[in-house]
């Protein structure tokens, strides 16, 4: 009797999310294989094994996908009759960044192929393994055993999903999961994530795979990415903060401000995520808090954290669309799951967690984008 009580794959276990829900998973008891082209920069990998690789290439996710038992022997030989599927495969691998990566447009080939091509390799190469274990002779070592359950997939979506004509009242943004159609995202990324969601559910109805899919609404926390292009709104205007003097000062701030978005803690996203895997329910559904805020308001709020009196200066810059906001009402019937943190809270945690980030780098030269 295994010591463990389930096994789970990370893809992306070396990202904000991923990293955070090895965490999770290893406290429930579960055996994990992280994977990801690096390691998490931030804190050690708490998976089992973590292996290094480029989920684009086929034949690694071939061979990544296969579970080899619980030494972590994934470069290991081991005989074909023993090689089982995991219980579970969580999949954040994406190529992605904050609105400075995203809107910009230079990056919308690479999004688009990079993402899909893992999403393709994943699905596919899950559904010809778990056709294996028919119990038919395979024509090289033995019988393998009839499994009697499918390895159950996350999908974690986005709300950059949503229509872009539902989005440009930015008191009034419609992001209903009933919403997104007829489709019309306003950026690259936002096609590839629904394009990818519906993949998700096509292998569903098709090969029999069971799926979980959630459209993710700007998760923020610490050991996310804070600076170098690819930050979100809230780490970048942490960042900011961070670096003025005790006196306070300005910031530059992406166009007036007025633009609104919610934005949901990291715990409160690996807690939903996991009552979604544990459910009866397919979803896609908004994963998301309902506390909308002003890009200006998000501001005040670091500063208020901080105790630093800040100034905006507004600028030109890619800013996406005009409202957002998550609409948790599937949610809260389907899986009795709500935000509880402010967005005070988080920020808080965000601020103190970057400020040391700052602190430890005595060599760091920091970059001043704007948000």
Same mark, same amino acid.
């Given at each position: 009797m295994s010591e463990y009580s389930k096994t789970a794959l990370v893809l992306g276990a070396g990202g904000f999310i991923g990293s955070h829900m090895v965490k999770r998973l290893r406290s429930e008891g579960y055996w994990v294989r992280g994977v990801d082209l690096k390691y998490p920069e931030f804190s050690e990998t708490e998976a089992n094994e973590f292996v290094q690789g480029d989920l684009r290439d086929v034949e690694f996710v071939r061979r990544v996908i296969q579970f080899k038992g619980y030494q972590g022997n994934f470069f290991a030989s081991v005989p074909y009759r023993y090689i089982r599927p995991f219980d579970e495969i969580y999949q954040f691998a994406a190529d992605m960044g904050g609105a400075?990566?995203?809107?910009?447009g230079e990056n919308d080939a690479d999004i688009m192929h /990079?993402?899909?091509?893992? /999403?393709? /390799?994943?699905?596919?190469e899950v559904r010809k393994f778990n056709g294996t274990f028919d119990g038919k002779e395979n024509g090289t070592e033995c019988v393998r055993p009839f499994l009697d359950y499918q390895t159950k997939i996350f999908y974690s979506g986005s709300a950059c999903m949503y229509p872009e004509h539902n989005q440009l009242d930015p008191d009034n943004?419609?992001?209903?999961?009933?919403?997104a159609y007829p489709a019309n995202p306003d950026s690259e990324y936002g096609w590839e994530k629904l394009f990818s969601e519906r993949l998700y559910f096509a292998y569903n109805r098709n090969h029999g795979i069971p799926v979980r899919v959630a459209r993710y609404h700007n998760i923020f926390g610490p050991e996310g990415t804070w600076d170098g292009g690819r930050e979100k709104a809230p780490a970048a205007i942490c960042? =900011?903060?961070a670096f003025l003097p005790e006196s306070g000062g300005a910031i530059e701030v992406w166009g007036d401000g007025l633009q609104t978005r919610s934005f949901l803690f990291i715990d409160e996203c690996i807690e939903a995520t996991r009552r979604l895997m544990d459910s009866d329910f397919m979803g896609p559904v908004n994963i998301g808090s309902e506390e909308m805020v002003t890009i200006n308001e998000l501001v005040d709020t670091a500063a208020r954290v901080?105790? =630093?009196?800040?100034? =905006?200066?507004?600028?030109?810059?890619p800013l996406g669309v005009r409202g957002r906001n998550s609409n948790n009402d599937i949610i809260r019937k389907e899986l009795d799951w709500d935000y509880s943190q402010t967005l005070e809270e988080g920020i808080r945690k965000t601020y103190n967690?970057? =400020?040391?980030q700052i602190k430890k780098s005595e060599l760091y030269v920091p970059f001043h984008h704007s948000v």
């Open positions: 400075g990566f995203v809107f910009t /990079n993402s899909v091509s893992i /999403n393709l /390799n994943v699905l596919e943004p419609d992001c209903r999961e009933e919403s960042r =900011k903060v901080a105790d =630093k009196e800040v100034q =905006k200066i507004h600028i030109d810059g967690w970057i =400020k040391s």
